[in-house]
Nanobody, 126 residues
Framework: QVQLVESGGGLVQAGGSLTLSCAVSGSILNVNTMGWYRQAPGNQRELVATITRDGSTNYGDSVKGRFTISRDNYKNSANLRMSSLKPEDTAVYYC????????????????????WGQGTQVTVSS
């Protein structure tokens, strides 16, 4: 009913930059807060950054000053610009949307909560 598709992951050297993109597709009427989370092997999933529909942002302490989240409400998409990457940034990065309103043939509109993409691998070599 709704898909979150991440792209832009890959291998980069420490100190380098990458930009991740997330596109929300489906019969979208509204998208609330979008975010990026990451999970490294053996670790819990942790917050990277979130951005509300009106552009308010929140960052995890470990990425403040290095990562920048942005979004395009018309395209229902969000980007994560990652700079000054460190080996400890290596993880699978997941796009999330906490609430999506979609068209529904039966109900007219339907709310979907806690939506996640499949993840994209980011590897930072030392």
């Amino acid at each position: 009913q709704v898909q979150l598709v991440e792209s832009g992951g890959g291998l980069v050297q420490a100190g380098g930059s990458l930009t991740l993109s997330c596109a929300v597709s489906g019969s979208i009427l509204n998208v609330n807060t979008m975010g990026w989370y990451r999970q490294a092997p053996g670790n819990q999933r942790e917050l990277v950054a979130t951005i509300t529909r009106d552009g308010s942002t929140n960052y995890g302490d470990s990425v403040k000053g290095r990562f920048t989240i942005s979004r395009d409400n018309y395209k229902n998409s969000a980007n994560l610009r990652m700079s000054s990457l460190k080996p400890e940034d290596t993880a699978v990065y997941y796009c999330s949307v906490d609430w999506v309103l979609i068209r529904d043939q039966v109900m007219g509109a339907k709310e979907l909560f806690d939506n996640w993409g499949q993840g994209t691998q980011v590897t930072v070599s030392s």
